[in-house]
């Protein structure tokens, strides 16, 4: 199956992500946005990070997961390589996302391009499939 | 909505329902087949039913699609009673440019370029994760934040001219960075003095044609084949998780706002509130490191220039941001208004004698500095008092894509690379990929943008540049 895909964007990247459910989904969103920047699939997965994450909406859970791994490739070069472990829960009125990463160095690949923001921009979410504007 | 041509050279969408102003689009026939393709006259019409807005919601000749205001918007807010809004200041938060001219030509020049572009590539990081060799402590970022382009000649990079010949002395004083969190300061630690990615570049340009002689003159523009730079760049990581933050903020803070809008990246702070001043306060910080970061580039490219050229002088003529919002002063319905004054890649336009120019340019009016795309002309134009009357002080700030980064794919960046050298233009990037997305191909036609500007009044052409090196991220 694939994971996922980039639809027509004039000025920015949109990817498309697919998952049997929305941890998977969210997993292929993640490794669509950094594979814009280099194949992913090369990317050894060599330093691990966990990310723990809560917001009051599901949109804005998948706006700090994907920024929460932006942080960590400006502060680190880290490149995404695969995500094991990761859960979504709704507890209260909070969405909790607990997830490990695993990657490598940008300065080991051939790497390309940037990525500065995450965008609301057509965001859109279901369990199997999301869309999601990373401005570069 | 009802569309209507004024003149060659500008439009307007009439104020209707909940509309609080009309559109004012400065554009021609050319142009504006762009702007029906894609949301942006949308975009402006949401931007003018905002609350407190005046006069109009604003479209410069390069206008298209963007996130909340569409790219090329402005618009001004009352101070008290109107609203600051991160998506009428884009992500990249002061990105802008800067322009220094050199004694040098293109015959000196162009022999060398190949080892000059080395040099400069080595001074100036740049692609993905570049890292500076500037290490700041934590205080060290809080007074970068604080003190801009300051706390670089303090710390003994620059020249004087570099710092106070740009807008704000490269320096806005309502900056706080308390206001700034620790993400945004950890994006920003490593990466004071260098270019990053995407439409970022550095190039080494040379004078084609002046139209205005006396004025480029004043500008340090002498002669046709003089070599000048120009720094294209902005707060890099740190700007952009600013602009994040405080989206996230608005929104947490006022939902049924948030869901209220045509575009959640449309989100405000309403004037007068804790949250609007503390975003103003942030986004001074990074606005800051913006022009700190080209006033250490700045400098590394003079030293650059040096060591390739010996005794060279590199001077600054100014600089520029594109995404940011100010405090201003405009003349509403005959009365002076405060405003926060938001330019979405726009271009400031400030006639002569304006308070807030430099010395320098208080004869001429401002320049202002708008880029081409990679391997394009770039020019220069100076402020008028049509702007100020007519566009709040603004005009158009570049090319603006015409094709997505997928569809450059269709081309081999080694192609690229090959078809500019027959031109005479040299690239050093870090990234292929990076060289095919920018491709001339690409981006619009920045000729029009500049003739519309011109014919509108809003900003007159002084002088247009070619590149001669280029330096992509």
């Known amino acids: 199956m694939k994971k996922f895909e980039y639809l027509e964007h004039t000025a920015d990247v949109k990817i498309k992500a697919y998952g049997n459910n929305l941890e998977e989904t969210f997993t292929n969103v993640a490794l669509g946005m950094f594979n814009h920047l280099t194949d992913i699939e090369k990317v050894k997965p060599v330093i691990k990070h966990e990310l723990n994450i809560k917001a009051k909406r599901v949109k804005s859970l998948l706006y700090d997961f994907l920024e929460d791994l932006l942080i960590l490739l400006d502060t680190d070069g880290f490149i995404l390589n695969k995500i094991e472990k990761i859960s979504i829960k709704e507890e209260g009125e909070e969405f909790i996302l607990h997830a490990i990463c695993y990657g490598d160095s940008y300065k080991n690949y051939d790497v390309n391009g940037n990525i500065k923001s995450i965008t609301y921009n057509d965001m859109e979410i279901t369990d199997k499939e999301i869309i999601v504007v990373v401005d570069v | ?473």
Not at chain 2, 42 to 65: E, R, T
Not at chain 2, 177 to 185: I, L
Not at chain 2, 242 to 248: A, I, N, Q, T
Request: glycine fraction near 10%.
């Open chain 2, 1 to 473: 909505m009802k569309l209507k041509k004024i003149n060659d050279h500008e439009y307007e969408i009439e104020k209707e329902g909940d509309m609080n102003v009309p559109v004012k689009i400065f554009s021609s026939e050319k142009l504006m087949e762009n702007l029906k393709g894609d949301k942006s006259l949308q975009q402006a019409i949401n931007v003018s039913k905002l609350p407190g807005i005046y006069k109009a919601s604003c479209m410069c000749p390069d206008a298209h699609q963007g996130y909340g205001f569409s790219i090329g918007g402005v618009a001004a807010f009352d101070i008290k009673k109107g609203l600051i809004t991160p998506g009428g200041i884009g992500f990249d938060i002061n990105c802008g440019v800067r322009l220094l001219t050199t004694n040098l030509t293109k015959e000196q020049v162009e022999p060398k370029i190949k080892e000059l572009l080395e040099v400069l590539f080595k001074r100036v990081p740049s692609g993905v994760g570049s890292e500076s060799k500037i290490r700041l402590t934590d205080a060290q970022l809080d007074s970068v934040l604080k003190n801009g382009g300051q706390w670089v000649l303090d710390n003994g990079y620059g020249t004087k001219d570099d710092v106070e010949l740009a807008e704000e002395n490269s320096r806005m004083p309502e900056a706080d960075p308390s206001k700034v969190s620790q993400k945004a300061k950890s994006r920003g630690r490593k990466q004071l003095g260098t270019l990053g990615a995407g439409n970022h570049f550095l190039e080494i340009q040379i004078v084609d044609e002046i139209f205005d002689e006396a004025i480029a003159k004043e500008f340090g523009i002498i002669k046709k084949d003089q070599i000048v730079i120009m720094i294209h760049c902005g707060s890099r990581g740190l700007g952009h998780q600013v602009c994040s933050d405080y989206l996230r903020r608005m929104e947490e803070e006022n939902p049924e706002l948030a869901d209220s809008l045509p575009e959640r990246d449309l989100v405000y702070a309403p004037a007068g509130t804790e949250l609007a001043e503390d975003y103003f306060k942030a986004m001074s910080a990074a606005a800051n490191y913006a022009w700190a970061n080209r006033t250490v580039i700045a400098h590394e490219v003079r030293e650059g220039f040096k060591q390739v050229f010996g005794d060279v002088e590199v001077l600054p003529v100014y600089d520029v941001a594109h995404n940011i919002a100010k405090k201003e002063k405009h003349i509403i319905d005959g009365e002076e208004k405060e405003v926060y004054l938001h330019r979405k890649g726009a271009t400031r336009s400030f006639p002569p004698g304006h308070p807030d120019l430099p010395e320098k340019y208080k004869k001429t009016g401002q320049p202002v500095l708008i880029p081409g795309s990679m391997g394009t002309s770039s020019y220069i134009l100076v402020g008028t008092q049509k702007a100020m009357e007519e566009s709040f002080g603004s005009t158009a700030h570049g090319a603006g894509r015409a094709m997505s980064r997928h569809a450059t794919r269709q081309f081999r960046a080694e192609d690229i690379k090959k078809e500019l050298e027959e031109k005479h233009i040299y690239v050093k990037s870090a990234s292929w990929k990076g060289i095919a997305e920018e491709c001339p191909q690409a981006y619009k036609d920045i000729d029009e943008v500049i003739k519309v500007s011109h014919e509108a009044g809003i900003g007159k052409l002084v002088a247009k540049v070619r590149p001669l090196g280029v330096i992509k991220g």
